[in-house]
């Protein structure tokens, strides 16, 4: 805080986790070394994980009683049902005026991320998703850093580029203001994901803002995350369930906003459906030129990658089994 006259809290930070021992305290000290002229709480969910993250979400607790307001749970909820942990948990006990979202194994990398997005939320009442660059940790045998940069420079973002885009926003550079989540549509709480119904809340009633700086890190491959799990058991049916519960929530978006970004909506669920055909290699989607839209979207080396294992495919494992030791 860099003044305590104000004691309306403008900020809640939306925090779930489970089994992320190993990197829970970083997160929550990003979030703790944040400079402000406002007051902000930190909401964090635990999922009744079993490896002691609940232990140090309480030691934070305890030490910062003014800040952290836990909630731990004894029965794993997302294993009952529940998708959308924030919505169900979280969001009712927001007081905060905005909501930043980050989950308990990623982190903020700037002292000033709230701030920024406040201010521009204050002064801008329309927008109604502030957004950001994103540094990614790669995680396995050596870990390796990207950047997630949706757009070249700071930018507004019209709704139809929100809901129909080549390139995902990071959960942990998303702020938004409370009151979108004050009652959630059907297409958030059947959504499999929790980013992409708030994005389309947001694109329905306002616009969105990038600021190009990193001002968070997103990690990729933790051990137990969404996407990690999900590439577990028969991968294909996974994929083909993820598409067809998406689809349904493009649907019932393009139902609640009476058919005024349809094409958008329409486009964002073919895109999903192609991604889930270059995730399983479904050489005959992928390359199909009803799809070229999507094709030319893909990075040039994941094109290049394409074309290789599709015109030579006993050399593309032979390769991959001598450079990763995958039959994959």
Sequence with gaps: MRDGS??????????????????????LDSFLMQKTDFEYEILVHDDASTDGTGDIIREYAEKYP???????????????????????????????????????????????????????????PDCTLCIHSAKIQLMGKAVTERQMR??????VIKPEEIIDKASGYAMSSMAFPARLVK??????????VGDTPLQLMAAANGYGYYIDEPMSVYRVGVSGSWTAEGKKGNYAKKQQAYYERMKIVYEEFDKATGGRYKAAAMSASNRTYYQTKVNTRDFKEIL???????YKELTPLTRFFIQFQYRTPGIYHLLRRL????ND
Aim: proline share 6%; charged share 25%; aromatic share 14%.
């Design 6 to 27: 104000n004691s309306e809290i403008m900020a809640s930070i939306n925090c779930v986790t489970y089994n992320h021992s190993a990197f829970i305290r970083q997160a």
């Design 288 to 294: 199909n030129p009803l799809y070229q839209r999507y």
């Design 150 to 155: 949706p757009y070249r420079k700071t930018t």
């Design 66 to 124: 003014d800040k952290i307001r836990p909630l731990i749970q004894t029965e794993n909820q997302y294993s009952q049902g529940i998708d959308n942990i924030s919505g169900a948990f979280n969001f009712p006990r927001a007081r905060g005026k905005y909501i930043f979202m980050c989950d308990g194994d990623d982190y903020f990398d700037s002292p000033d991320k709230l701030q920024k997005q406040v201010d521009y939320m204050e002064s801008h």
């Design 183 to 192: 009652e959630l549509p059907d297409y958030y709480t059947d959504c499999p």
């Design 323 to 326: 450079v990763t030791g995958s």
